[in-house]
């Protein structure tokens, strides 16, 4: 599940660079369960 734990490290970036912006969070999590 390497293709899993790579999504997870973007998806912990991409919230820590947007901590204020809870619409991109929501839309990296979205990504991460297509996967």
């Given amino acids: 599940m390497l ?3 790579n999504i997870a490290a973007y998806a912990a970036l ?9 619409s991109d969070y929501l839309y990296t ?3 991460s ?3």
């Fill in 3 to 5: 293709l899993n734990q």
């Fill in 14 to 22: 991409t919230q820590a660079e947007n901590t204020t912006n809870n």
């Fill in 29 to 31: 999590m979205g990504v």
């Fill in 33 to 35: 369960a297509r996967f």
